[in-house]
Nanobody, 125 residues
Framework: QVQLVESGGGSVQAGGSLRLSCVASGVRYDIACMAWFRQAPGKEREGVAFIDSNGGTTYADSVSGRFTASRYNPNNTLWLRMNSLKPEDTAMYYC???????????????????WGQGTQVTVSS
């Protein structure tokens, strides 16, 4: 069983930066693929960034060039550095993980079995 605990959300003005963290516990193959998703009220869940155990990353077009995902495998920590934040980045952000297959398939929310509780990010204009 994997447990994921996020932290680092908060409120920031447009143009500002935040860094989210996610600490995972569990068997290593279930955290080979880690990801950040977000969901704003009334909107569908969106995959923001995906990173495999080798550090390979994929980003949503909406955040590419502004957000950077990284991980440190020895202590199972995932980060999301968010720069040049916009009001439309306001959402609940969730850390997710699963086997490497989640990164190799469609990288959809349904591909991930393990989820954190979420951390709120609010960007004001």
């Amino acid at each position: 069983q994997v447990q994921l605990v996020e932290s680092g959300g908060g409120s920031v003005q447009a143009g500002g930066s935040l860094r989210l963290s996610c600490v995972a516990s569990g068997v290593r193959y279930d955290i080979a693929c880690m990801a950040w998703f977000r969901q704003a009220p009334g909107k569908e869940r969106e995959g923001v960034a995906f990173i495999d155990s080798n550090g390979g990353t994929t980003y949503a077009d909406s955040v590419s060039g502004r957000f950077t995902a990284s991980r440190y495998n020895p202590n199972n920590t995932l980060w999301l550095r968010m720069n040049s934040l916009k009001p439309e980045d306001t959402a609940m952000y969730y850390c997710a993980s699963d086997t490497i297959m989640a990164c190799l398939r469609g990288r959809r929310g349904a591909d991930f079995r393990y989820w954190g509780q979420g951390t709120q990010v609010t960007v004001s204009s």
